[in-house]
């Protein structure tokens, strides 16, 4: 059964599933669509076209699917769209996109630690950690299995690879590759995430892959395009490799070197 304290204010067309828990004091809004077995503890804000998956759990004071911060943002419909599982801790934003048909996109089983901030139009992936106070600028890209320290700063537009790591109160600028550790102000990728790998299960061979990989982007002071060829040209295809050349080759804002 679904309980909803009688506190809670939840507007008559919100979809609220089966085995929920809305505690005291929350407000949620119209267009609000939460899954089976959430639980909001207190506190807890929903509203614009948000849509939340089953077994997610709020924390007070966390505020979701509001609209933008995005000064740009002229109206329209704008969605947030969010998956299973995840963990929204005290006091966590989670913004609306800015374009009409637009969304911002959380995927599932994420921790995301007090006064975490997720901005416009982000895409974040699944099995994320951030934690406290690490802020997503509008349109930024994280991929599956990243983990952003506390009080780090993403600007806008940026991409965070899979199983890479950012340092607490690194600033960053520029694209964070896949499977690295950066840090910095600005950041700049400092060696292989050794430890994330190794909690991943990503097999000995890869890891020994990636570290020659890491030596030849950031190490030897070739261009990103020859050393991106030297990768191809010495190191065996691996899944992990392939990923970490696809990643660089489509970065527009550049690497944190």
């Known amino acids: 059964m679904t309980s909803i304290h009688p506190t809670a204010i939840v507007h008559a067309g919100a979809r609220i599933g089966s085995g929920c828990t809305i505690g005291p004091y929350c407000v949620i809004g119209e267009h609000v669509e939460i899954g089976d ?18 077994d997610n759990t709020i924390y007070p004071f966390a505020s ?10 002229k109206g329209g419909l704008t969605r947030t769209r969010i998956g299973d599982g995840n ?9 609306s996109a800015t374009g009409d048909g637009e969304a911002t996109e959380i995927g599932s089983h994420n921790h995301i630690l007090a006064y975490g ?17 690490a802020t997503l600028a509008g349109h930024v890209v994280v991929e599956d299995q990243a983990v952003i320290g506390g009080l780090a700063a993403v600007h806008q537009f940026c991409r965070i690879g899979r199983m890479a790591i950012v340092g607490g109160c690194s600033k960053v600028v520029q694209d964070v590759p896949p499977y690295m550790l950066a840090d910095g ?17 990503v097999s000995a061979e890869a890891q020994n ?19 991106l060829a030297r990768v191809e040209a010495e190191i065996p295809p691996l899944p992990e490799i392939q990923h970490l050349v696809r990643f660089a080759r489509a970065s527009e804002r550049g690497l944190s070197r």
């Not at 901030?117 to 106070?133: E, F, K, R």
């Open 87 to 95: 963990t929204f801790r005290e006091y966590v934003t989670v913004h």
């Open 209 to 227: 892959a990636l570290k020659l990989a890491y030596r030849i982007l950031f190490r030897e002071g070739l261009t990103i395009s020859n050393a």
């Open 185 to 201: 102000n600005p950041a700049a990728t400092r060696t292989v995430n050794k430890i994330g790998l190794e909690r991943n299960g």
């Open 117 to 133: 901030h997720v901005a416009h139009n982000v895409a974040l992936g699944s099995h994320v950690i951030m934690s406290n106070v």
């Open 37 to 54: 077995g959430c639980l909001l503890h207190s506190h807890v804000v929903m509203d614009g076209h948000t849509a939340i998956g089953r």
């Open 64 to 73: 979701i699917g509001l609209q933008t911060q995005d000064l740009k943002w």
